[in-house]
T-cell receptor, first 113, second 109 residues
Framework: DAGVIQSPRHEVTEMGQEVTLRCKPISGHDYLFWYRQTMMRGLELLIYFNNNVPIDDSGMPEDRFSAKMPNASFSTLKIQPSEPRDSAVYFC???????????FGSGTRLTVV | GIQVEQSPPDLILQEGANSTLRCNFSDSVNNLQWFHQNPWGQLINLFYIPSGTKQNGRLSATTVATERYSLLYISSSQTTDSGVYFCAVVRWSNYQLIWGAGTKLIIKP
């Protein structure tokens, strides 16, 4: 298996633009998680899905952030409009059961200028 | 809530040395994982180890759940072992990983 695949690896965008991050989980994994990592706050859970259904989005910082999982093999995290404080590394992770054996993607390094 | 503490915060070693990283957690957990974040930012799952001992090559981990700690052993360190090692436990209410602050390991050639 190719693991969790994220794209793009790097994204530089101007403030106010829409940004879409993509994730393909490991086939057969029922849970998908979006995390954000910054120097100040470390790794934060933004949202997670179980069987394509959003279960907990309490970590989504504000309404500018949205996430979808239209099918078992694809998820997106969208920021609209983007702001400089959104600059961070965004990780997608998946696993078979909610608390077991997380596999992380390579991350997307987002820079908003 | 659950607190996760790692020590030491920083560790600098020469290539070939052995090291022990520690993770203490404040409450009973059913799930503990060790991750390595390499200098390129990739997060690699090293061990899922709620209790007992596991080994994978030069790395091994032991969790003593009753005493609420876990240890990660790295033997014969290589420069590629450099990076940050994180310990994380799961909050079962929302499957959120509760992360320690990490141990930054630098292996000098």
């Amino acid at each position: 298996d190719a693991g969790v695949i994220q794209s793009p690896r790097h994204e530089v965008t101007e403030m106010g633009q829409e940004v879409t991050l993509r994730c393909k989980p490991i086939s057969g994994h029922d849970y998908l998680f979006w995390y954000r990592q910054t120097m100040m706050r470390g790794l934060e859970l933004l949202i997670y899905f179980n069987n394509n259904v959003p279960i907990d989005d309490s970590g989504m910082p504000e309404d500018r952030f949205s996430a979808k999982m239209p099918n078992a093999s694809f998820s997106t995290l969208k920021i609209q409009p983007s702001e400089p404080r959104d600059s961070a590394v965004y990780f997608c992770a998946s696993n078979l059961g909610g608390g077991y054996g997380y596999t992380f993607g390579s991350g997307t390094r987002l820079t908003v200028v | 809530g659950i607190q996760v503490e790692q020590s030491p915060p920083d560790l600098i070693l020469q290539e070939g040395a052995n090291s022990t990283l520690r993770c203490n957690f404040s409450d009973s957990v059913n799930n503990l994982q060790w991750f390595h974040q390499n200098p390129w930012g990739q997060l690699i799952n090293l061990f899922y180890i709620p209790s007992g001992t596991k080994q994978n090559g030069r790395l091994s981990a032991t969790t003593v759940a009753t005493e609420r700690y876990s240890l990660l052993y790295i033997s014969s360190s290589q420069t590629t072992d450099s990076g940050v090692y994180f310990c994380a436990v799961v909050r079962w209410s929302n499957y959120q990983l509760i992360w320690g602050a990490g141990t930054k390991l630098i292996i000098k050639p």
